[in-house]
């Protein structure tokens, strides 16, 4: 499950990442996130003269990574579902309710391990002040890009 968590997370990462590429090097198109299918694509929106070509190639690959991961979250979901039935101590709980749990605790521990430089930083015996002053300065634009990926 964490494996496949962290491809999904992956894939929208780069999708982000390829969206505000694309606003950069077109900054008179438009480009938006459209769901397609099992999944998501990059979309060139309003009327311009520059037309990023390589979306049509990026979105075919994209749709054939969604793909592959709508098969393994159904081929997931049948060994939760396998285990849950064979568990003698599971709660009357759903698939559903099962992956969400999960995927919020792996959320959280990713989340975590987004501020272990700040916490290395901030907590760590024996740093003189200035390693103590890079730490945190890395920790600080680490987590800034993080959020700038999710949020773009």
């Known amino acids: 499950m ?26 008179t198109a438009y480009f938006a996130i459209e769901r397609r299918g099992d999944g998501l694509a990059i979309k060139q929106d ?3 003269p520059q ?4 979306l049509t190639e990026f979105n075919a690959s994209l749709a054939r990574r969604y793909t592959a991961l709508a ?17 003698s101590h599971h709660e009357a709980r759903s698939v559903d309710q099962l992956a969400t749990d999960f ?6 521990q990713e989340n975590w391990n987004q501020y272990s430089t700040y916490y290395r930083a901030v907590l ?6 200035a390693q103590r002053q890079l730490l945190f300065h890395s920790a600080v634009t680490e987590l800034e890009q993080n959020a700038r990926m999710l949020h773009p």
Not at 71 to 87: K, T, V
Not at 124 to 129: H, R
């Open 2 to 27: 964490g494996d496949f968590y962290a491809r999904k997370v992956a894939v929208q990462r780069e999708l982000i990442k390829r969206k505000v590429d694309a606003q950069q090097q077109f900054p």
């Open 46 to 48: 309003g009327v311009s």
């Open 51 to 54: 037309n990023a070509a390589s």
């Open 71 to 87: 098969q393994e979250s159904e081929a997931l979901r049948r060994d939760i579902q396998r285990y849950a039935g064979a568990s």
């Open 103 to 108: 995927a919020k605790a792996y959320a959280a």
């Open 124 to 129: 760590e015996p024996g740093l003189s002040p």
